[in-house]
């Protein structure tokens, strides 16, 4: 069985090619679905797979692909739900060749997600909590397989917004990667209270002569760590699984553990695998 793998989210594009469970082939970009007016989505991706034509039977996508903003938009499914629940709700596009699948997502009173849901299940945990930093941050609680509740934190949004469009650009437009510095640490245990005067301290402390990377270190610190506490207020955890990119894994870490959770971090693979599994089940059902 081959089939296409895809994770579309507001940002970026991610693709595989799958082949008996493994990966013969991929394809990323930053492409996300914020880059396409309304009925454009679908040329690109028939651009996209065109390199693999005649190669798969069907194609699995997760994401904001199924956003109002997507390809299609698709109705999200309720809680507590697990793979099979997922399986069940998967909506398949009308005219689109081989056919295509789309996870539609799940919502709860103040809370919707599209994707991290599949890529909360795919950890197999069994009991416990999956953090998903990324624009919109996901702390996803999982009881007997299932996912039973979450909380999304806007924190890389707000993070990309204040460093492109507002008046603290200038003082964070420091290109250096992150490196969890004294700075970092200092705005993890800022005051949350305080918050927006936190902000404000940036601008204020870069015109008195600190630096790009220290004032944009303790701009990550003071959103990360306003997350994390909020997170804490909501939910008991002393360790959690943790899906993300490997620079965004290890300052989650870093600042996790400052709190005194550890981490987990998860492999790409159980994505992979979990996409087999829903594909073979469409494969049975056809």
Known sequence: MTFV??????????????EH?????????????KNFAEGAHSKYLNEVLAKWSGQF???IAIGMIGSSIGMYETKFSAIPI?????FNSLFKVSGFVPDLYIVPGIAKDGDVMRGEESQSLATGLVNGLVVLP???SKWVKMEDGKITDFRTYLTGEIFELLRNHSTLSKATESSVNLAASKDFYAGLDAEVGDLTHELFTIRANWLNGKSQEASRE???GLLIGA????????????????????SLAKTYSKALGHFGIAS???????????????AKKVEAQK
């Not at 955890?237 to 490997?246: F, R």
């Open 218 to 220: 303790y701009l990550s």
């Open 82 to 86: 697990d793979i099979s629940g997922v």
């Open 57 to 59: 039977n069907s194609v």
């Open 5 to 18: 793998a895809i994770d579309w989210g507001t940002s970026s594009f991610r693709a595989w090619l799958i």
């Open 264 to 278: 987990n971090v998860q492999s790409q693979t159980n994505l992979i695998n979990y996409f087999s599994a829903i």
């Open 21 to 33: 469970d493994q990966i013969r082939d991929q394809i990323e970009s930053d492409q996300g679905v």
């Open 227 to 246: 997350e994390i506490k909020s997170a804490k207020t909501w939910i008991t955890a002393s360790e959690v699984s943790l899906v993300a990119s490997d």
């Open 134 to 136: 990324g624009t919109h």
